[in-house]
């Protein structure tokens, strides 16, 4: 076999601190317990669960905002709760953490309303208490309402956005890299040197966007820069996800769009000096998954009766800037440009796409790819999806909580460990060291390499760079 058919299928369940998160609608199903998002128990289950089942992470989602594009206001995402409520998805970590040894956690964060230096205070410190499971989903935000929220006119261009993300992460990494070195911390109880001040600098930024002066608080964690996770699939967003993700979604409605995107992804990281293989890409998915063919039919006609599509169409009118609400069924939607998300926009130059078309994406309230079947035929079609484009997995949505992930747990991973297409037992190490197989720190191929800082005998030496333009 090839070294192609005979990869291993890197797996995230994809979910949010809230009741509708992909797939809307369903939290009406009499089984759904997502209304109980926001007790702890909920999501310590969800975690031990998931590291039963051998999951390499859960990746959790998050906006600033709301949706309130579709109809030009917010009841149908109150009615149906489309992300709103949501709470912050950081302070779920150490209590998943707790109870699990080796899940790895992807915490979305718009840098775009944060400060570069307490976020990489919070997620530096997560690390260190998670053991190294810590990632960072790197977002720049697409909605409106989110600039109105913190008391902006409005959100920025789409490329002003990346252009300010590039230097949050030359700033995080400068914190996180530059001012301790790895073994800064010395616990010498004898001579009374907890830290070593030869071996702590000071960092020194005055860029574009941000102004920063001074020593990093939190001591070196297992993995340093959390695990970087990234979306963008615009031109812009590309170059930024080549240039620093280790772990990149993108989504597409055929294999070959799937295939044709990774090409690009792979390509475009070879020219930036990257190996274009420590990348890993993922593609979102729902799965409907049952003993025989026959009931998984069933089950998905079962959560149909719950679902909303037009729920689904809301969060799509606020992802793509459009109000859908004010298309006939079979109108033709015309392409507009937006500072929302490029990708999901750009759908509507490159097709005829009308409301009955997006309402027959989102049988489940959510438009990514569904996939109905017995534990066998799952694990082909998502065998097959990995073969034929080049990806590397999934982030596995949930329909019905937590059930849809037990049936895919019980009926689909024994299929692909069968196969030879999914582990049986977790590695050791960090989620990074877990992923990608490199170790627990960035490889020096990474542009984080030029912000590392080097042994200094000097006490409180200052680590410089030149000032940033961006």
């Known amino acids: 076999m090839t070294e192609t058919t005979q ?18 609608g369903l939290w009406t199903h009499p089984r759904d317990e997502s ?38 206001n917010i009841d149908l995402t109150l009615r149906e709760s489309i992300q709103l409520p949501s709470h912050d998805p950081s302070t779920l970590v150490s209590a998943m953490a707790a109870v699990t040894q080796h899940l790895g956690f992807g915490i979305t964060v718009n840098l775009s309303y944060e400060t570069p230096y307490q976020f990489a205070r919070r997620f530096a410190s997560l690390d260190h208490l998670t053991q190294g499971r810590i990632g960072w989903n790197i977002v720049t935000g697409y909605l409106d309402s989110a600039e109105r929220l913190i008391g902006q006119s409005g959100l920025k261009d789409h490329d002003l956005r990346y252009e300010q993300a590039e230097e949050f992460l030359q700033l995080c990494y400068k914190y996180w890299e530059g001012s301790w070195e790895h073994d800064a911390v010395e616990k010498d109880k004898h001579h009374r040197i907890f830290t070593n001040p030869s071996k702590v600098h000071e960092i020194h930024h005055e860029g574009r966007f941000y102004q920063s002066h001074g020593v990093f608080q939190v001591s070196p964690s297992r993995q340093r820069t959390p695990v970087l996770f990234q979306a963008g699939a615009s031109t812009r967003g590309i170059k930024f996800a080549t240039s620093h993700a280790e ?30 293989s420590d990348i890993k890409i993922f593609v979102g998915i729902t799965v409907v998954t049952a003993e025989t063919t026959q009931r998984a039919q ?28 004010k298309f006939a069924d079979d109108e033709i939607i015309p392409y507009q440009k937006s500072n929302s998300i490029a990708s999901v926009n750009e759908k509507f130059r490159a097709q005829q796409i009308s409301k009955n078309d997006l ?54 991973i024994p299929e692909l460990q069968q196969r030879g297409r999914f582990k049986t037992a977790y590695k050791t190490g960090s989620f990074r060291q877990k992923i990608s197989g490199y170790g627990d720190l960035l ?8 912000y590392r800082c080097s042994s200094s005998t000097s006490s409180m030496h200052s680590f410089k760079h030149k000032k940033i333009t961006a």
């Not at 909303?308 to 459009?322: C, F, M, N, R, T």
């Not at 097959?384 to 999934?394: P, R, Y």
């Open 443 to 450: 490889p020096l191929t990474h542009p984080v390499e030029q």
């Open 298 to 325: 069933q089950k998905l006609e079962e959560y149909r009766h719950y679902a909303s599509p037009e729920a689904g169409l809301a969060h799509y009118a606020s992802s793509v800037g459009i109000d859908l609400s």
């Open 7 to 24: 990869k291993h299928i890197l797996l995230n369940a994809f979910d949010m601190n809230s009741v509708g998160h992909i797939n809307h």
């Open 359 to 412: 309402k027959n994406q989102h049988v489940l309230g959510g438009r990514y790819p569904l996939i109905v079947g017995s534990g066998h035929d799952v694990a082909e079609q998502l065998i097959q999806l990995i073969d034929s484009t080049g990806i590397d997995g999934f982030n596995l949505t949930r329909t019905v909580a937590p059930e849809s992930h037990h049936d895919f747990i019980r009926f689909v």
């Open 35 to 72: 209304h109980r998002f926001s007790e702890l128990s909920y999501w310590t289950d969800l975690a031990k669960t998931l590291e039963a089942g051998l999951f390499d992470g859960l990746f959790i989602a998050d906006i600033t905002g709301v949706y309130d594009v579709y109809q030009n």
């Open 247 to 276: 772990c990149i979604f993108i989504g597409g409605d055929t294999p070959e769009k799937l295939r044709q995107q990774v090409i690009k992804i792979r390509e475009q990281a070879a020219q930036q000096g990257r190996n274009p």
